[in-house]
C-alpha cells in the first residue's frame, strides 16, 4: 500500500449544512489543512521560506464524493503525492470515515495541484520546488513520475 500523510478530523455541527451532511467546500478546506499540517510536521524550513517570498498557489482543486459524512464523524485525510515536476506538485486526497463497528470507509476522494512562486506580487513568477519540500514529499509518491 502507498504510504500517506494522515491528517486526523473530527466532523463539527458548524461543517454540516441544513441537511446534516457535510457541506461541500468543508473537503476543500480540509485538503489545505492537511497540506499545512504536511509543512508543519515535515517540512518546517518550507514554512520560513513561505515567510519570505516562496509562494504556493493552487491551480486546481476537485472532489468525487462517494457517501455522505455528517456531525463528529471521524475522519482519516489522506495526502499523496501524484506529480512532482520543476515547478509544480500535485497531491491526491482519500477522506476516509474511521468507525470502530464498521471500520474504514472511504467516502471522497480530491486532487490538488500547486504551483511554486517566487517575487513580490506584482512581479510573482514561477519558481522550482524547493529542496527541501521534494524531499519531504518523496516518501509520499504514488508514482513512478516523482
Not at 508543519?40 to 514554512?47: G, Q
Not at 471521524?74 to 520543476?86: F, P, Y
Request: a neutral charge; proline letters at 3%.
Amino acid at each position: 500500500m502507498d504510504k500517506y500523510f494522515e491528517y486526523l478530523h473530527t466532523v463539527g455541527f458548524e461543517e454540516t449544512n441544513l441537511v446534516g451532511n457535510v457541506y461541500y467546500v468543508n473537503y476543500l478546506r480540509w485538503q489545505g489543512r492537511c497540506r499545512e499540517m504536511f509543512l508543519k510536521e515535515r517540512a518546517p524550513e518550507v514554512l520560513a521560506d513561505l515567510r519570505h517570498d516562496l509562494k504556493l498557489f493552487t491551480l486546481r482543486v476537485d472532489c468525487e464524493f462517494f457517501a455522505e459524512i455528517t456531525a463528529f464523524d471521524e475522519l482519516s485525510i489522506r495526502m499523496r503525492l501524484v506529480e512532482l515536476a520543476q515547478t509544480q506538485i500535485e497531491f491526491s486526497f482519500d477522506y476516509v470515515r474511521l468507525d470502530q463497528a464498521n471500520g474504514e470507509t472511504l467516502v471522497a476522494r480530491g486532487r490538488q495541484r500547486v504551483a511554486c512562486m517566487r517575487g513580490p506580487n506584482t512581479r510573482t513568477a514561477p519558481a522550482r520546488v524547493p529542496e527541501a519540500l521534494a524531499y519531504a514529499l518523496a516518501p509520499y509518491a504514488r508514482s513512478a513520475r516523482v
